[in-house]
């Protein structure tokens, strides 16, 4: 076995990876393409470049990304170090001076006698990983060549490429005397039924799918709403790569009053249980947690400004104090299914030789990259010395978030830190800042024997 670790990508994943393991005393090779070659995206020489928002979001505990930066600051994260010194007023958010930030970063890196950058564009990785250990840290615009390579070594036909995601809510925040629990066309079959059967049948039925109705006026107004909305500008290179299979919902509704009450809102299969009548159209909510907490927006792909989702969506009776998780997002992202590949250590499950690390896992977020590129490294540390690896509290969000991204789902998308992944707490709380502010204790709390 080689004794030193092999990265793959500089970016923040890759960076914070390279930090730990030197910190550990293992020697690293760091490989980046830049200066050689730059993705579309990218533009700056230094390692560590930050591309979009120079905010890493709010610092308050009472954030779910705000309680990840404290847990890898207890841990001595590198980036979120150097954000906290890179910082510029943002108010109750962590933002960086994105030069300064990779600039500091990079100084840190190249400066480290444990750790060789290598300027260079790496294709295959299997003889890499033959006899040592590798982290690819390649992000969302990981090269076409690798991207081959990496499809070869998972047994995958292609990565997954997503263009547009619909929006998370939490399950508390629907309005249960409008919504519903059901499957469709399930109430089709049992049109015998007394009211009365086929009401506490509804009861006992499974949690999978929540459905929200709508009666013609109601759909009117958000539609109305939807098609008028704001949108997020694409790139370029994005834009040439949009897709008909994931078309996001504000485009299809634009295509004809009732395409969505033919498409993805469809009402057919379900009576409201209120009126015992078939809605105008209905909305479904599909389960995204193991444990429930959780749901994805059925067929609500989107390109909406993140306000604009909040405002139109909150229109769909049962979801007018919906919390939000994860808004929906529209862009180029290569990832990896790694429900059915890693294990909650970011590590291949058919080759333990091999670590992933950030967005190309299925994390989306800065500060969430930067989680999965210290639990890899850690445990690519763990692995080199013949020791067992180290999975974190899913109590913790770096626990819950490798969690996440390691359990099986057949409709895995990306996912950024919130509270809904987190275990539910033993007791009931409604102030929604206490109850955030109590899981951040808790989650603290169990990230202490980790702190090694």
């Given at each position: 076995?080689?004794?030193?670790?092999?990265?793959?990508?500089?970016?923040?994943?890759?960076?914070?990876?390279?930090?730990?393991?030197?910190?550990?005393?293992?020697?690293?090779?760091?490989y980046?393409?830049?200066?050689?070659?730059?993705?579309?995206?990218?533009?700056?020489?230094?390692?560590?470049?930050?591309?979009?928002?120079?905010?890493?979001?709010?610092?308050?505990?009472?954030?779910?990304?705000?309680?990840?930066?404290?847990?890898?600051?207890?841990?001595?994260?590198?980036?979120?170090?150097?954000?906290?010194?890179?910082?510029?007023?943002?108010g109750?958010?962590?933002?960086?001076?994105?030069?300064?930030?990779?600039?500091?970063?990079?100084?840190?890196?190249?400066?480290?006698?444990?750790?060789?950058?290598?300027?260079?564009?790496?294709?295959?990785?299997?003889?890499?990983?033959?006899?040592?250990?590798?982290?690819?840290?390649?992000?969302?615009?990981?090269?076409?060549?690798?991207?081959?390579?990496?499809?070869?070594?998972?047994?995958?036909?292609?990565?997954?490429?997503?263009?547009?995601?619909?929006?998370?809510?939490?399950?508390?925040?629907?309005?249960?005397?409008?919504?519903?629990?059901?499957?469709r066309?399930?109430q089709?079959?049992?049109?015998?039924?007394?009211?009365?059967?086929?009401?506490?049948?509804?009861?006992?039925?499974?949690?999978?799918?929540?459905?929200?109705?709508?009666?013609?006026?109601?759909?009117e107004?958000?539609?109305n709403?939807?098609?008028?909305?704001?949108?997020?500008?694409?790139?370029?290179?994005?834009?040439?790569?949009?897709?008909?299979?994931?078309?996001?919902?504000?485009?299809?509704?634009?295509?004809?009053?009732?395409?969505?009450?033919y498409?993805?809102?469809?009402?057919?299969?379900?009576?409201?249980?209120?009126?015992?009548?078939?809605?105008?159209?209905?909305?479904?909510?599909r389960?995204?947690?193991?444990?429930?907490?959780?749901?994805?927006m059925v067929?609500?792909?989107?390109?909406?400004?993140y306000?604009?989702?909040?405002?139109?969506?909150?229109?769909?009776?049962?979801?007018?104090?919906?919390?939000?998780?994860?808004?929906?997002?529209?862009?180029?992202?290569?990832?990896?299914?790694?429900?059915?590949?890693?294990?909650?250590?970011?590590?291949?499950?058919?080759?333990?030789?091999i670590?992933?690390?950030?967005?190309?896992?299925?994390?989306?977020?800065?500060?969430?990259?930067?989680?999965?590129?210290l639990?890899?490294?850690?445990?690519?540390?763990?692995?080199?010395?013949?020791?067992?690896?180290?999975?974190?509290?899913?109590?913790?969000?770096?626990?819950?978030?490798?969690?996440?991204?390691?359990?099986a789902?057949?409709?895995?998308?990306?996912?950024?830190?919130n509270?809904?992944?987190?275990?539910?707490?033993?007791?009931?709380?409604?102030d929604?800042?206490?109850?955030?502010?109590?899981?951040?204790?808790?989650?603290?709390?169990?990230?202490?024997?980790?702190?090694?």
């Amino acid at each position: 076995m080689k004794d030193y670790i092999t990265v793959i990508g500089a970016g923040l994943a890759g960076c914070e990876s390279a930090y730990q393991i030197a910190k550990r005393g293992i020697k690293v090779k760091l490989y980046d393409m830049k200066p050689l070659k730059y993705t579309p995206a990218h533009n700056n020489k230094n390692l560590a470049e930050i591309v979009c928002s120079n905010s890493f979001k709010s610092n308050l505990l009472t954030n779910a990304c705000g309680l990840l930066k404290e847990e890898l600051r207890y841990l001595d994260s590198l980036l979120i170090k150097i954000a906290d010194e890179t910082q510029v007023p943002a108010g109750q958010a962590l933002a960086v001076d994105r030069e300064l930030f990779s600039e500091k970063v990079t100084k840190e890196i190249e400066q480290n006698p444990l750790i060789e950058v290598v300027h260079e564009e790496v294709t295959e990785i299997e003889k890499m990983s033959q006899d040592g250990i590798v982290i690819i840290a390649t992000g969302p615009l990981t090269s076409s060549k690798l991207a081959d390579n990496i499809s070869k070594i998972t047994g995958q036909d292609k990565l997954y490429f997503y263009d547009a995601a619909a929006p998370i809510i939490t399950k508390e925040s629907i309005n249960f005397n409008i919504a519903f629990f059901g499957n469709r066309y399930e109430q089709e079959k049992q049109k015998k039924e007394t009211e009365q059967e086929w009401k506490e049948r509804l009861k006992a039925q499974d949690d999978s799918y929540i459905n929200l109705p709508m009666d013609q006026q109601e759909y009117e107004k958000f539609y109305n709403e939807l098609i008028n909305a704001e949108i997020v500008t694409l790139h370029d290179f994005e834009k040439r790569e949009i897709f008909e299979g994931c078309m996001p919902i504000e485009i299809m509704a634009k295509r004809g009053k009732d395409t969505l009450r033919y498409g993805p809102l469809k009402p057919v299969g379900f009576d409201d249980p209120r009126t015992i009548k078939r809605s105008y159209a209905i909305v479904q909510l599909r389960q995204d947690n193991k444990n429930g907490s959780i749901y994805n927006m059925v067929g609500f792909q989107t390109n909406l400004k993140y306000g604009e989702q909040k405002r139109v969506f909150s229109l769909i009776p049962g979801m007018e104090n919906a919390e939000f998780v994860k808004y929906g997002v529209m862009h180029r992202n290569t990832y990896i299914n790694s429900t059915k590949l890693l294990d909650n250590t970011y590590n291949l499950k058919s080759n333990n030789n091999i670590f992933f690390a950030g967005q190309i896992t299925g994390v989306e977020g800065y500060v969430e990259s930067i989680s999965s590129g210290l639990v890899a490294s850690i445990n690519a540390c763990k692995k080199l010395k013949n020791e067992e690896k180290i999975s974190f509290p899913n109590l913790t969000m770096i626990g819950a978030l490798a969690e996440y991204i390691s359990t099986a789902n057949e409709k895995f998308q990306p996912m950024n830190a919130n509270f809904g992944i987190l275990p539910e707490l033993k007791i009931r709380i409604k102030d929604k800042k206490v109850k955030y502010l109590t899981l951040a204790e808790r989650a603290l709390e169990a990230l202490k024997d980790k702190k090694n």
